[in-house]
């Protein structure tokens, strides 16, 4: 079933369907089937169908084919190599667009979310103080410290998450994304070193360049990776915002390998912060499927087990 599975998508039917649609197979229980018996899942009927989602596998695939043609045809295949490439440059240039414009959209959602909102207590508090959770992150402290890497200290604190009774699938989910985008410790570093630097070079801060330094070392720690030292490379963008030189980062670069492990014992705590957070949100929903858990357990395991396979 997988094989078919895959090679319905890697060969398309049809091209411009496979990119609003991605073929896949359904175990079908019929009911109007004598035969059939609920749970059994050699009584299910196969049956093919698409549904909504792009099929990148057979678009991939198809460029290939045609990058290779396009380049054994040679000179008759320059025009449409020519339509490729200025396809892709006006592309760019919407993209370009919806870049410039994407801080408006972000501040629309933003405000439509906030106004779906009916308690802003229980949003801002899982009504528990952080303190007791980061007493027990200990052994997460010290590997950041002693690694300088949100990265390396990732298992160790996936398995702390686990022994505070996370719910595995959220601490899979949060510390993987945690660890490579939420980097508060690095931002707030990449914010202060930039004052600093400026400070020391008589560069006038104004209130909107703090504003201005301090969103972009945001933004700057965002790209940040993971490993030792990563914010001192986007450090450069925060220092263009207020016009310095990226030679400067070199008057920090003697304490920063210090400086480093403070950030990322700070970044980690703030990843497991962010996983307890969405535990304490998605309460409802953990429950929930808790629930659903235990009514499929309680039903005989193979045949359920089966059914759950039913969609692939
Ligand atoms: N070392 C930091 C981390 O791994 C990144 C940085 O240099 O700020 O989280």
Same mark, same amino acid.
């Given at each position: 079933m997988y094989?078919?599975?895959?090679?319905?998508?890697?060969?398309?039917e049809n091209l411009p369907q496979a990119t609003i649609a991605?073929?896949?197979?359904?175990?079908?229980?019929?009911?109007?089937d004598t035969k059939a018996i609920k749970g059994h899942l050699e009584t299910y009927k196969i049956e093919g169908e698409y549904m909504g989602s792009c099929n990148v596998l057979g678009l991939v695939c198809f460029s290939v084919v045609l990058g290779i043609t396009l380049g054994k045809m040679g000179e008759k295949g320059r025009p449409l190599q020519t339509f490729f490439h200025? +396809?892709?440059?006006? +592309?760019?240039?919407?993209?370009?667009?919806?870049?410039?414009?994407s801080p408006f959209g972000v501040f629309f959602l933003v405000?439509?979310?906030?106004?779906?909102?009916d308690s802003f207590a229980d949003l801002v508090?899982?009504?528990?103080?952080?303190?007791?959770?980061?007493?027990?992150?200990?052994?997460? +402290?010290?590997?950041a410290f002693g690694t300088a890497s949100s990265s390396a200290t990732m298992p160790i604190t996936i398995g702390c998450c686990d022994d505070m009774g996370l719910d595995p699938r959220i601490t899979r989910f949060v510390i993987p994304i945690g660890a490579t985008i939420n980097m508060d410790g690095t931002a707030l570093y990449e914010a202060v070193a930039a004052i600093f630097i400026a400070q020391l070079r008589k560069v006038e801060m104004s209130f909107g360049k703090i504003v201005a330094v301090s969103v972009t070392a945001t933004a700057a720690s965002i790209g940040a990776a993971g490993i030792p030292q990563a914010g001192l490379v986007t450090m450069v963008m925060v220092l263009d915002t207020v016009n310095?030189?990226?030679?400067?980062?070199?008057?920090?670069?003697?304490?920063d390998w210090l400086l480093d492990r403070f950030r990322t014992t700070i970044n980690v705590v703030c990843d497991a912060l962010g996983a307890i957070i969405v535990t304490a949100l998605s309460q409802g929903d953990i429950e929930k499927s808790r629930a659903m858990h235990n009514d499929l357990e309680a039903?005989?395991?193979?045949?359920l087990t089966e059914m759950e396979k039913g969609e692939h």
């Open positions: 094989f078919d599975f895959i090679m319905s998508n890697v060969f398309p991605s073929y896949r197979t359904r175990l079908v229980y019929d009911q109007n200025s +396809m892709s440059e006006a +592309m760019m240039i919407i993209t370009g667009w919806v870049i410039w414009l405000t439509a979310k906030i106004m779906e909102i508090a899982t009504r528990k103080l952080p303190c007791r959770y980061i007493a027990k992150m200990g052994q997460v +402290m010290a590997t310095l030189p990226a030679e400067d980062v070199s008057i920090i670069l003697a304490v039903a005989p395991a193979h045949e």
